[in-house]
């Protein structure tokens, strides 16, 4: 089996194993001493030698989340004993990937390629130098719904999924359009949009805050929520909820 479709599989294998129905909680304590979460630490490990050459351009996108996720289930363990969101963001910028002989941290890939080499909130510089070789693993095309298939293990974040690369752009789409429809919400008569506070980190990904609201609308199910918006022709003010960064334990 392709080493991107084995970890595919490990990270399915969790979710069914672990996790609720929508993806959202986990027995962490259970995931711990599982079988399954062995087996997605084997196909990690076999990714140290990946051939890059091998893998097909489409596939880097949907190989790159898989790893990302991959990595943040396989040690969300750690993150039983994270006392303070510093201890958080440590755990996601430590390096603990090993991918094509290059070790990563999850920020690497986060916002090293699968953004294109961008800083990430409240830093000011980019993960990786120009001269960076691994910059050469960068997908080719940004998609800015990779932001909802990205799992950080915390009650705020999108559901664990594992993407196929052949069916990538309907996968993307089904993991902004839940998230955004758990998530963002309408109030007083349309004059008030609160949106979740992945798209005020990362608005510039989406055109600014005007594109991020949006994009958030186009996939909002309450279409008469939607309508009294577009009433106000603009006059709309935005406000972003609270991410919770608690272990989503279930």
Known sequence: MEPDRQLAEAIEAVRA??????????????????????????????????DFKRLRIPAQTSFWINVFNAGV???????????????????????????????FSLDDVQHGLL???????????????????????????????????????????PSLRALDAGDLDRQLEQAAADYIRHTAR???????????KILGWYATDFGGERGALEFALARLADEAAV????????????????????????
């Not at 953004?115 to 800015?144: C, T, Y």
């Not at 006059?235 to 334990?249: I, S």
């Open 115 to 157: 953004r294109g080499n961008v800083a990430k909130e409240g830093r000011l510089r980019a993960p990786m130098g120009r001269d960076d070789p691994r910059l050469a693993f960068m997908p080719i095309a940004f998609d800015e719904r990779i932001h909802f298939a990205l799992y950080s293990a915390s009650r705020s974040s």
């Open 227 to 250: 309508d009294a918006v577009d009433r106000r022709q603009g006059r709309v003010k935005v406000h972003y909820a609270d991410f919770d960064w608690t272990l989503n334990r279930r």
């Open 186 to 196: 309408v109030e007083e008569d349309g004059a008030v949009v609160v949106l979740p």
């Open 73 to 103: 289930v396989r040690d969300a363990p750690e993150l039983e004993f994270a006392g303070s969101l510093k201890d958080v963001r440590a755990f996601f910028e430590a390096p603990r990937l090993k991918v094509g002989g290059h070790a």
């Open 17 to 50: 194993a672990h996790f609720d129905a929508e993806g959202r909680a986990c027995r962490y304590p259970a995931l711990a001493v599982s079988r399954e979460r062995g087996k997605l630490a084997a196909a990690l490990a076999g990714l140290e030698a990946l």
